[in-house]
């Protein structure tokens, strides 16, 4: 949780406290499914936690190459819209998320390009 804070630090707080509010009762539903008495399914569930931050770090990163910080912030936004709308029961499918997250953000880029050259004309 840490990591998502520090990333959209300077980008939107109210938004940005919504967003992380839905990823954190995300983690919360996850953890609610797995039986109390079995520690290698609480294990399961810390390693999911973790592979869902390395996925959007990721993501983020690679989206700060392209497109720069401020459309990675948002496209970091949609990635955790996207898993929000997953669903809690499912098991953990990062590449789906990103792929959601990614064709959001081809609409984005896309969008802006034909408005800025419309306007050049």
Same mark, same amino acid.
């Given at each position: 949780?840490? =990591?998502?804070? $520090? #990333? ?5 707080? *109210? ?7 839905? =990823? ?30 390395? *996925? ?13 910080? %401020? %459309? *990675?912030? #948002?496209?970091?936004?949609?990635? #955790?819209?996207?898993?929000?709308? $997953? $669903?809690?029961? %499912? ?13 959001? =953000? *081809? ?15």
């Amino acid at each position: 949780m840490h =990591l998502l804070k $520090s #990333i959209f630090d300077h980008f939107a707080p *109210a938004r940005i406290s919504h967003q992380t509010g839905c =990823l954190e009762r995300w983690i919360d539903t996850r953890r609610r499914t797995v039986p109390p008495s079995g520690k290698q399914y609480r294990h399961r569930a810390v390693e999911e936690t973790a592979g869902m931050e390395r *996925a959007l770090a990721s993501y983020h990163a690679a989206v700060v190459m392209k497109y720069g910080v %401020e %459309e *990675a912030a #948002i496209a970091s936004l949609d990635w #955790i819209e996207e898993l929000r709308m $997953s $669903s809690a029961e %499912e098991p953990s499918d990062w590449r789906s998320v990103t792929t959601a997250a990614a064709r959001r =953000l *081809a609409c984005r880029v896309l969008v802006s390009e034909c408005v800025q050259k419309s306007t050049a004309e």
